[in-house]
């Protein structure tokens, strides 16, 4: 598929495409429609920033266009990635009124989300544990769902994620058409996976287990004692916004505290923070408002902002594919972006494990 106007689109769908600025389909995009709209079950993988979410956004709305009494069930690891989720099919749904939407998120008032619900949605939106708080009411029905999707599905399928995704299957049909997308797929989450699937059309684009080519990545050499001033070091030396990761909802507190100590105009983002302070942090990083975000991993499964120009890993990931994950909220749809680690004597064999992964890092330069 080279255009969209190949798909034969309803003409308010094709013109919504477009104020969205998509003037080709990206290449996720131009092999996974066509199978989706095939009825067929995908397992589809993709760099980061590729239009991950209009792959399945706009076949999904075409099938609902077509057939009144289907509806959508959309599942997201984390409260961001939903909300971000939500923004795109508000996008693409613009002009069809009748196909409504629901968004159950934990942090969120149950009462609002009670109230779309009642407006029978063809579309919700959720996270796995807010959903299920709502079948256990009775206050959610997703017995007809037709199509099942499941954003970032190697963390949905992550074995502390399975038992929930368990428990919401029991709700929905078995005959259904489920999609799988994400940035990666590890060979033992492809197996899980097949719980999941009936015979999927597996889609990948490009190099998936490594990071996007235009990410320069480098490492600095520092020590536990050093490593704020190391990091006020590397910011004084760079220009732009700067997404920095830690490990813990306190180091990121921490950090954030002595960074804004220091002058610098600084928010955080973790687990703990209400919903309201998260939306506002993210919102005022994107805005300008603040050139750094604090942020635990759990940022990096939802924020999607397009100006970020350098992530920096205060502290290493526990795992090598959310460093994937992490650099990847850099470079986003083909632009150029930065990533730096800061590697302590113990991080060592943390970063071989990664360097395996991304299979080059960039020579790390001594502090």
């Known amino acids: 598929m080279e255009s969209f106007k190949e798909l034969s689109l309803p003409a308010e769908l094709y013109r919504a495409i477009e104020k969205m600025g998509y003037t080709k389909p990206t290449p996720i995009q131009a092999q996974a429609i066509p199978v989706i709209l095939a009825g067929r079950d995908v397992m589809g993988c993709a760099q980061t920033g590729t239009g991950k979410t209009a792959a399945f956004g706009i076949p999904t709305i075409i099938n609902l266009i077509q057939n009144p009494k289907k509806t959508?069930?959309?599942l997201a690891p984390t409260r961001e990635l939903a909300l971000q989720i939500?923004?795109?099919f508000g996008e693409l749904t613009s002009q069809h009124p009748e196909i409504r939407t629901a968004i159950l998120i934990g942090g969120a008032s149950m009462n609002p989300q009670i109230s779309q619900l009642r407006r029978n949605p063809r579309i919700i939106i959720a996270t796995p544990g807010r959903l299920l708080d709502h079948l256990r009411r009775k206050t959610a029905n997703i017995a007809n769902t037709g199509i099942l999707i499941l954003d970032e599905a190697d963390r949905m399928l992550d074995m502390g994620f399975a038992p929930q995704l368990n428990d919401i299957?029991?709700?929905?049909?078995?005959q259904r058409q489920t999609l799988l997308f994400s940035a990666t797929f590890e060979a033992a989450i492809v197996k899980l996976a097949q719980k999941y699937l009936a015979n999927p059309e597996r889609i990948t684009i490009g190099q998936t287990s490594t990071p996007v080519?235009?990410?320069a990545q480098s490492v600095v050499e520092?020590?536990?004692k050093g490593k704020n001033d190391t990091l006020v070091d590397e910011l004084d030396a760079r220009a732009g916004s700067v997404l920095?990761?830690?490990r813990t909802k306190r180091r990121t507190d921490k950090l954030a505290r002595y960074l804004s100590g220091c002058g610098y105009k600084v928010d955080r983002i973790h687990g703990d923070r209400s919903q309201r302070q998260r939306v506002?942090?993210?919102d005022g990083f994107r805005d300008g408002k603040f050139d750094i975000l604090v942020a635990t991993d759990i940022a990096a499964r939802g924020i999607d902002i397009p100006h970020i120009a350098h992530v920096i890993n205060y502290d290493l990931p526990m795992t090598p594919e959310d460093y994937v994950h992490r650099i990847g909220r850099t470079a986003r749809a083909g632009a150029d972006g930065q990533a730096?680690?800061?590697?302590t004597p113990e991080d060592r064999g943390q970063w071989r494990l990664i360097s395996k992964l991304i299979d080059k890092a960039s020579p790390a330069r001594g502090n």
């Open 72 to 74: 959508a069930l959309i």
């Open 86 to 88: 939500d923004d795109v």
């Open 169 to 174: 299957l029991r709700y929905v049909p078995k």
């Open 213 to 215: 080519k235009k990410i």
């Open 222 to 224: 520092t020590t536990v």
């Open 244 to 246: 920095i990761f830690a």
């Open 280 to 282: 506002d942090a993210i």
């Open 340 to 343: 730096l680690s800061l590697i």
